[in-house]
């Protein structure tokens, strides 16, 4: 079993920024990627970005370019997301994901998942 452990979540004001971390562990897993996702109240979860593991490549939801960076640390088996010129909007629960698929942009394609992570921006 895949184990990944969100830290990093909390209050901020808005323009502020968070750093999300997600730890994994447990029995080895080829991931394609290593996903971030958000799930506000009342809406649907939503794709936040994906950094493909071999590669590097980093992909992001329109409305994070520019404010938001994923990126991981190899050795830590950990992936980060920099959150920064936070909005109410960005109010959510944050779940990091791994998945063996392409379709990285897709929640329904990731295989394991965090417990979440709740980010509260106050205007």
């Known amino acids: 079993q895949v184990q990944l452990v969100e830290s990093g979540g909390g209050l901020v004001q808005a323009g502020g920024s968070l750093r999300l971390s997600c730890a994994a562990s447990g029995r080895t897993f080829s991931a394609y990627a290593r996903g971030w996702f958000r799930q506000a109240s009342g809406k649907q979860r939503e794709f936040v970005a994906a950094?493909?593991?071999?590669?590097?490549?980093?992909y992001y939801a329109d409305s994070m370019k520019g404010r938001f960076t994923i990126s991981r640390d190899t050795a830590k088996n950990t992936v980060y997301l920099q959150m920064n010129s936070l909005k109410s909007e960005d109010t959510a629960v944050y779940y990091c994901?791994?998945?063996?698929?392409?379709?990285?942009?897709?929640?329904?394609?990731?295989?394991?998942w965090g417990q979440g992570t709740q980010v509260t921006v106050s205007s």
């Open positions: 994901a791994a998945t063996p698929s392409v379709l990285w942009r897709l929640a329904e394609m990731y295989r394991y």
């Open positions: 950094f493909i593991w071999s590669g590097g490549s980093t």
